[in-house]
């Protein structure tokens, strides 16, 4: 939440134009899609203690409002995995990093998002149960468009702002005097080389950012478009997870969507601590925290993977 509101801050106080905002809503679309992610290995972590109190919890994901937080989520999910798609593909090539090719790539991304995320939110938002305002095609369509007008008005709203701390180095730079502004950006913080840990964390980011354009995309369309929300309880998932065929199969896709959702989500908090946390005591408490979270959720997830064995 820190590093969540640092960043926005930071955000708004500066005016990169639309480069600066495809950065800006994929690491705010990160860090949303982590929130849910701590929250989704605790709930699932609640299986070992049986199907009475993992049941009772799971009316928090049936409901109407929790139903539009899936469609916040499927956003966020969206965009990061087509924005970190484009991210990936141009440090390996980076002629697709040239400005013009970077802005029109990034207008090919928002129509692909449009396209997937506005039938995706409104089958969703339409299916819930008729006793939830559902096969509702009017709030459908509202809450589907609400969730693409938010990051939208933001944008417009914050992009019209007046500048502030931040006005002469813009000034500079569109006026051409580049190296000027360049001086200042470099003076005003601290870099460091390249270290073989950094170059390590740096490849994992992009190999795992791959992969859960697979995993999580794909845990997520089948719980929302194959098997539903609605059915899932206790006994969904000891069905799925002790069938002799297919059960080793589930439990190696929730420990390598663990393991790698997880890892990413916790080494993209720590840039944006790093990034906006300039109190140095502040910075390594918060870094020993998101640590310590992976590590607890890690062992959480990990119990539940190799130890749950119900009979059903």
């Given at each position: 939440?820190?590093?969540l509101?640092?960043?926005?801050?930071?955000?708004?106080?500066?005016?990169?134009?639309?480069?600066?905002?495809?950065?800006?809503?994929?690491?705010?679309?990160?860090l949303?899609?982590?929130?849910?992610?701590?929250?989704?290995?605790?709930?699932?972590?609640?299986?070992?203690?049986?199907?009475?109190?993992?049941?009772?919890?799971?009316?928090?994901?049936?409901?109407?409002?929790?139903?539009?937080?899936?469609?916040?989520?499927?956003?966020?999910?969206?965009?990061?995995?087509?924005?970190?798609?484009?991210?990936?593909?141009?440090?390996?090539?980076?002629?697709?990093?040239?400005?013009?090719?970077?802005?029109?790539?990034?207008?090919?991304?928002?129509?692909?998002?449009?396209?997937?995320?506005?039938?995706?939110?409104?089958?969703?938002?339409?299916?819930l149960p008729?006793?939830?305002?559902?096969?509702?095609?009017?709030?459908?369509?509202?809450?589907?468009?609400?969730?693409?007008?938010?990051?939208?008005?933001?944008?417009?709203?914050?992009?019209?702002?007046?500048?502030?701390?931040?006005?002469?180095?813009?000034?500079?730079?569109?006026?051409?005097?580049?190296?000027?502004?360049?001086?200042?950006?470099?003076?005003?913080?601290?870099?460091?080389?390249?270290?073989?840990?950094?170059?390590?964390?740096?490849?994992?980011?992009?190999?795992?950012?791959?992969?859960?354009?697979?995993?999580?995309?794909?845990?997520?369309?089948?719980?929302?478009?194959?098997?539903?929300?609605?059915?899932?309880?206790?006994?969904?998932?000891?069905?799925r997870?002790?069938?002799?065929?297919?059960?080793?199969?589930?439990?190696?896709?929730?420990?390598?969507?663990?393991?790698?959702?997880?890892?990413h989500g916790?080494?993209?908090?720590?840039?944006?601590?790093?990034?906006?946390?300039?109190?140095?005591?502040?910075?390594?408490?918060?870094l020993?925290?998101?640590?310590?979270?992976?590590?607890?959720?890690?062992?959480?997830?990990?119990?539940?993977?190799?130890?749950?064995?119900?009979?059903?």
């Amino acid at each position: 939440m820190a590093a969540l509101i640092q960043t926005a801050s930071s955000v708004l106080r500066y005016r990169g134009g639309l480069g600066q905002w495809a950065w800006a809503i994929h690491r705010a679309a990160g860090l949303g899609v982590l929130a849910f992610l701590l929250l989704h290995i605790f709930d699932i972590f609640l299986v070992l203690f049986g199907p009475a109190l993992f049941n009772e919890l799971l009316f928090l994901y049936k409901g109407a409002l929790m139903r539009v937080m899936e469609v916040f989520l499927l956003f966020g999910l969206l965009y990061h995995a087509i924005n970190g798609l484009h991210v990936i593909v141009a440090d390996f090539f980076p002629v697709l990093a040239s400005r013009r090719l970077a802005r029109n790539l990034f207008y090919v991304q928002l129509l692909t998002l449009v396209v997937i995320f506005v039938p995706a939110a409104f089958y969703m938002m339409y299916t819930l149960p008729l006793e939830q305002a559902g096969q509702n095609a009017a709030l459908s369509l509202i809450v589907t468009l609400g969730v693409l007008a938010i990051p939208t008005g933001v944008v417009l709203i914050f992009s019209l702002w007046p500048t502030s701390r931040n006005a002469k180095i813009d000034m500079d730079a569109s006026k051409g005097n580049y190296e000027d502004s360049l001086a200042r950006i470099v003076a005003s913080r601290k870099h460091r080389a390249m270290t073989r840990t950094e170059l390590n964390i740096w490849l994992f980011m992009r190999v795992s950012g791959f992969l859960l354009i697979f995993l999580a995309l794909g845990h997520f369309f089948l719980m929302h478009f194959i098997y539903g929300v609605e059915i899932m309880d206790f006994g969904f998932i000891a069905q799925r997870w002790v069938d002799p065929v297919g059960g080793w199969f589930w439990r190696a896709y929730a420990l390598g969507l663990l393991f790698f959702a997880l890892t990413h989500g916790v080494l993209g908090a720590r840039y944006s601590i790093e990034d906006y946390i300039h109190n140095r005591a502040v910075r390594i408490i918060l870094l020993v925290g998101a640590f310590l979270t992976w590590l607890a959720l890690t062992v959480m997830g990990g119990l539940v993977i190799f130890t749950f064995y119900p009979s059903v």
